[in-house]
């Protein structure tokens, strides 16, 4: 993907995709990457049933995530001793350096619409492959 000129109203069509440090194929919304974006973008992650995300954080970047269909339990903490389960029409907001994993655990498909406090949803994105098994154990 290559950024285009950012002082134009531009529009991402479905169907562009690329796989971010988390494990999953995102659909391609607006970034930096698609419309040369700085402070925000906006990316849709469909998750298949038993999907779950690599643990990770976003140095100093918010994020706030918007369940569009399906549910999701979110599992978060130093240690992922916390977690919250995201039903379809729920806005999830994650502080930013906050350690967390999105693990689908419905049995069904579920698609997140996923914002950022950066240009690239990718930026900053610290893995913690340390926390991995603990995620995968509950």
């Not at 796989?19 to 995102?26: D, H, L, P, R």
């Not at 925000?40 to 918007?66: D, F, Q, W």
């Not at 350690?99 to 893995?127: K, M, R």
Request: with cysteine; hydrophobic share 40%; net charge negative.
């Amino acid at each position: 993907m290559s950024a285009a000129d950012p002082l134009q109203v531009q529009v991402i069509r479905p169907g562009q995709t690329y796989v971010g440090k988390q494990g999953f194929s995102y659909g391609a919304g607006a970034s930096a990457e698609t419309v040369g974006a700085r402070h925000i973008c906006m990316n849709v992650l469909p998750m298949p049933s038993g999907a779950r995300a690599k643990v990770h954080y976003h140095e100093r970047i918010e994020t706030i995530a918007y369940m569009l269909e399906g549910e999701c339990v979110v599992r978060f903490g130093d240690r992922m001793q916390h977690e919250v389960l995201v039903r379809q029409g729920d806005h999830a907001f994650v502080p930013a350096d906050l350690p967390h994993a999105p693990c689908n655990e419905s049995g069904a498909p579920c698609t997140w619409l996923v914002v950022h406090s950066s240009g690239s949803d990718q930026d900053g994105i610290v893995l913690l492959p340390e926390l991995d098994a603990i995620v995968a154990q509950r």
